[in-house]
C-alpha cells in the first residue's frame, strides 16, 4: 500500500489542497483521519449570497409562489433560477474548501440514492434545504432516520408526485374522483430501499402507495412545507410483502422504518456503497462486509462509513474508480487551490460534462460506473475544461500540484509530462487531463 | 557569399543594412503618431522557439554540421530560407515577416535571451516575465504600466491581456483589462497530441481520447485541421482590433504555445510558424494607421540547442532569436552580436551564446517608444542597472 494519505483523499475525498494535504504516515493515519472526519462537527452555515442564513423550505416555497404569481417581466430570470444559482454556488463553494470532504462524499453519494432532479420545477427552490436538512444531518446516523427525512422532505414529494397521489376512498378522493399517483411508493421499494431483488409485487406497490397518502406538500400559504391531509388518506390497513399497517399517518414512518430494517435493503445498501467507493463491479467480500455491518448495527450509516475505511480493497488497488465529474471538477478545483469565489465557475463546469447539478434524467440517480461516463466527446470537453481551469490558474505550480494531488500514484509518464511541459499552464492541464487524474 | 563574411565579433554589428534602400513610401505615410499614442505588444512564445530554425544563421560554416537534417538550403534554393542581408535568413514560413524585414518594419534579434540560464521552461518563463533574475510577484509589462505618461488613476485601463489567461508579464497592482474571444480556449494540437501520449496506454481514457480527437478531425499525426489553426491569428487580430481603437488600450500582451520541438522539429515548427506569421500579420492589418505607431515584441523563453538530437529535433538551450516589429520599428536589419558556432564559442559547448539580453531590448522599447521616464523603466526592470537601453530600435 504506498501513500495512504493520497489514496484516502482521492478515494473517500473530494481530492487534496494546498492547504489540506494528504495525511503522512500508512494506512493507519490516513484511516484514523477519515474517521475524524465523521466525528467533526458539522461545518459552518454557508448562506447563500444575499442571504444572511440559510434559507428554509417555507423560503424556497415562497419565492415559487412568487414567481407564479407575480411574474418578472419576460427576459428577466426568475426568481426561483437565480435562488438556485445562489443556492449551487454555496454548496460548491462548501465542497471547494471543505474541511470534511469525506463527509461530504457521502452527503453527494446519500443525496445521489435519494434523487431529487430539477427536472421537476420545485426541486429548483428546495435542493438547497433538501441537502441541509434531509440528509446531511442523516449522513452518519440511522439509515431509517434519512429515509424517512428525505422521503418526507417537500423536494421528494413534489420530484416523485406524491403530493398529488390521494386515496381513491379517502373524503377528498371520494369527492373529487382522484386517485393513487404509484410513482413515490415504487421508488421507495425500487430505489431507495428494497430493490426488485426482493420480488415484491404490483399489489405491494399499490399498498404501499396507499399507505403514504396524505402525504404532501402546502405550497401555497403558511405554514408552507410537508403536510399530511387525513382526508387525503386512504382508510383500511395495508399490507405490504405480508406486513401490514394500520391506516393513520402513523403507519408511514412505521412502514418505512420498517423498510430501512429490512435484510433486502441492507443488501442493496451494501453494493452501492461498495460500487461508489470500491469498484465498479465491487468484490463480493467487501460486499459481504458491509453488508453485515448494515445488518448488525440495524442500518448504522455511521458504522458502515467507518467499515468502508477498512476494507482493504477500497485502498488497493488505488485509483480503481472513474471520477464522474462532479468528483472531477472538484479535485481539480481543489488542487489549484481555488477560493469559494470560484464556485460559480466549478458549478458550471458540470454543464458540459454531462452532469449538471440536482439535475438526473430519472430518479435512479448518477450512474455510478465507468462505462457510463467514458466516451469520447466526453473525454474531449473533460480535457478542455481541465484546460480552461488551468487558464483561470496558470501561475498555479504544476510540480507541487502533482506531488500534492498524485504524489507516489503519478506514474512515471505523468510525472515526466508535468516536468516537461513547455508552460505551466500546459503542465496543469496534463496534470489535470492524466488518465489517473480522471480516477479516484 | 557567405563565406566571404567576416566573422562578426561584440560589435553590435547591424547586418541587413542593404534593405534599408527598399523601404517604400508607406513608412512615410504612416508617420509618427500624437505624442503618447504609440501601442506596444509583446508575444510569448512559450516553450522556447528554435530561433536558429525562425532566423537561421545560413553564413555560419558550422551551421550545417551542427544541424544536419535540420539545416535548410540557402536561399534561392528549393524550400531555402528567405534572405535577411547575406548572413542570416528567415524560416519559408515567414513569408509575411519577410515582406515586412523588406518594408522595413522587422528587426529579427539573434543570439539574445532573457535574463535566465536555466533551461527550465517554467523558471525561464518567469524570469522573462518578470523581468528580473528571480521570480516577482508582478511583470515587468504591468510595472510599466504605471510608469506611462498621461496614465491616470481611474482612466482607461492602458494595458490589456488578450486570451483567456492573464500571463505573468501583466499581473501586478497595475488594474489590466483582459479580452477573450466567445470560442473556447482549447488546448494546441501538439498539447492534445501530448495527451493523447500521456493517456494512450490507460484502457479507459486511451481509446476515448484517440476517438475524440479523430471525431474532431484529428489525423493520426495530430496535424490541426484548419478551423483550429486560427487560435493565435484570431487572437492577434484581436488585438489588433482593439488597439486600433483612438484611446483604445495602448500595451498588450499575448502568447502562442507550440515551440517545444524535442522531436520531427521540421513538422512541428511548419505549423506554428505559419500560424505566427498570419498571425503577426493580421495583427498589422487590423491596427491600420495604428500600427505606424506599434512596436511588437516576440519573444520566448530560451533558445534550443545548436546540435540537432537523436529525434530531428532541438532541446533545451540558452541563445536564441526574438523579432521587433512594427510599423515605428527601425527594422529591415537583424540585430545581432552574433557569437558564432565554432565549438569554442558555444555556451557550455552545447547552446548558442547569449550576446544580448532581452531585457536591453525592452528598456528601450519603454523609453524611447512609450516614452517611460528613467526611473519608471528601472522600476519595470529592477536590478538591471547594469543593462543598458538599447538606441536605435526606432524610426527617429
Redesign the interface.
Known sequence: MISAGHIAAVRFGLGPRPDQPPVAGGPEEARAALLAQLAAPPDQAMPPRDWEQEPSVADGLAIQQLDTRNPLPPGTPNRRVAFYTAEAEAYFARLIGTPTPFRERLVAFWANHFTVSRREGAVFVLAGDYLRSAIRPHVTGPFAGLLKAAIRHPAMLLYLNQNSSVGPDSAFGRRSRRGLNENLGREILELHTLSPEAGYSQEDVTEFSRLLTGLGVEQARDPRGTVFRAANHQPGEKTVLGKTFPPGEDSIDAALEWLASHPATHRHLARKLARHFVADDPPPEAVERLHGVLRDTGGDLGAVSRELVSIPEAWDPPLGK?RAPFDLVLAAFRAMGAGPERAEMAVNSLNPLGQPLWSPIGPNGWPDR?ADW???????LR??RM??IS??F??R???EALDLTLGPLASE??RL?VM????????L??LL???EF?RR | MSGHLPRIGRRGLLLGLSALATLGRSRLALGAGPEGDSRLVVVLLRGAMDGMAAVQPYGDPELVGLRGPLALPEPGQEGGVLDLGGFFGLHPRLPKLHAMFGGGELMPIHAACGPTRSRSHFEAQDLMESGAEQRLASGWLNRALAGLPGHEEGANRPGFAIGADLPLILRGAEPVGMYAPARPDRPSPDLYARLLELNHADPLTGPAVAEGLRARGFTAGVVPPPEQRGGFVELAAAAGRLMAAPGGPRVAALEIGGWDTHNAQQNRLRSVLAQLDDGLDALRLRLGPAWGRTAVLVMTEFGRTARVNGNDGTDHGTAGAAFLLGGAVAGGRVLADWPGLAEGRLHEKRDLAPTLDLRAVAKGLLRDHLGLPEAAVAAAFPGSGSIEAKTGLLRA
Open positions: 472513474l465507468a467514458i466516451h469520447a466527446e466526453g473525454m474531449m480535457i478542455d484546460h480552461m487558464g483561470v496558470s501561475r505550480d504544476a510540480r509518464p505523468t509530462a516537461r511541459a513547455a508552460s505551466n499552464r500546459e503542465a492541464t496534463l487531463g492524466s488518465p480522471q
